[in-house]
């Protein structure tokens, strides 16, 4: 099995979703907790950074739930996919020429989450895709 069937494969898609929720709170947990350090390092606003680290943990608290699900809802699944890709396209217009005060460090920092979100919500529709809708399963 490859390493994109079995991070697709319904473990894997649980795994996927719990690295998800862990390291979103990780990171809305450092948004919260260093505001005005992370303002001064990367560029962006202390009210963007509090925004969207509290914003986070709703796709924190999604995520862990979907985790903890034996079959996610694919519904419920397919908010968290729409939802990270959103969160990558504004990652993106942040970093190329939304946020006017933008430091070297805070374009890094937006390309990085931008590219790790990515990741993660190609695998979770990857795995969105495999799961079978309940009334047609064989």
């Known amino acids: 099995m490859s ?10 898609l649980r795994r996927v979703l719990g690295f998800d ?3 979103g709170a990780a990171t809305g947990a450092l948004q919260l907790s ?3 350090l992370l303002s001064s390092w990367l560029g962006l606003s202390a009210p963007l950074l509090q925004g969207s680290g509290i914003a986070i943990f709703a796709f924190v608290a999604l995520a862990a739930w979907l985790a903890m ?8 699944l397919a908010a968290l996919v729409v939802g990270n890709f ?7 217009l942040l970093a190329f020429g939304g946020a006017p005060a933008l430091t ?14 990515l990741v993660l919500a190609e ?12 009334a047609l399963a064989v």
């Open 34 to 36: 260093l505001t005005g």
């Open 3 to 12: 390493l994109i069937s079995s991070l697709t494969s319904p473990a894997g």
């Open 69 to 76: 699900q034996a079959t996610p809802p694919r519904a419920a």
């Open 104 to 117: 070297p460090l805070g374009t890094a920092y937006l390309l990085v989450q931008a590219v790790v979100v």
């Open 86 to 92: 959103a969160w990558v396209a504004g990652c993106l």
């Open 21 to 23: 929720a862990l390291s």
């Open 123 to 134: 695998l979770q529709w990857m795995g969105l895709r495999r799961l079978r809708p309940t």
